[in-house]
C-alpha cells in the first residue's frame, strides 16, 4: 500500500514562513513528476508547484519567488518551502505523486496566514 504523509503545516504571521514536507512510503518501483496543490471548500483543487524526476520546476504565479519545492529522491519526499507568506496563501495543501504511474495524493495541510 503506497501512501503520502503530509507534515509541516500551522498558523503563520503575514511576512512568515513555513515548510510542507510529503513522504511516500509502501512499496515504491517508481516516482516521477511530484508537486504541491491547494484547495479551498468548495472551489477546485489548483496547482502550486511541481517537480519532475530530473528536478525541473514549474509554479503558479502567484507563488514565484515566494515558494520553492524541491525534492529528496533517497527519502521519496516532496518539500515545499512557503516564504513572505500573505493570507491569500491560506488553505488546505495537497501533495501529489506519480508514484508506480498512479497519481497518489497526500491527506492535506492546513495552512493559515493570519494575525
Known amino acids: 500500500q503506497v501512501q503520502l504523509v503530509e507534515s509541516g503545516g500551522g498558523l503563520v504571521q503575514p511576512g512568515g514562513s513555513l515548510r510542507l514536507s510529503c513522504a511516500a512510503s509502501?512499496?515504491?518501483?517508481?516516482?516521477?513528476?511530484m508537486g504541491w496543490y491547494r484547495q479551498t471548500p468548495g472551489k477546485q483543487r489548483r496547482l502550486v508547484a511541481t517537480?519532475?524526476?530530473?528536478?525541473?520546476?514549474n509554479y503558479a504565479d502567484s507563488v514565484k519567488g515566494r515558494f520553492t519545492i524541491s525534492r529528496d529522491n533517497a527519502k521519496n519526499t516532496v518539500y515545499l518551502q512557503m516564504n513572505s507568506l500573505k493570507p491569500e496563501d491560506t488553505d488546505v495543501y495537497y501533495c501529489?505523486?506519480?508514484?508506480?504511474?498512479?497519481?497518489?495524493w497526500g491527506q492535506g495541510s492546513q495552512v493559515t496566514v493570519s494575525a
Open positions: 501529489n505523486a506519480v508514484i508506480n504511474n498512479l497519481s497518489k
Open positions: 509502501g512499496n515504491i518501483f517508481s516516482i516521477y513528476n
Open positions: 517537480i519532475t524526476s530530473g528536478g525541473t520546476t
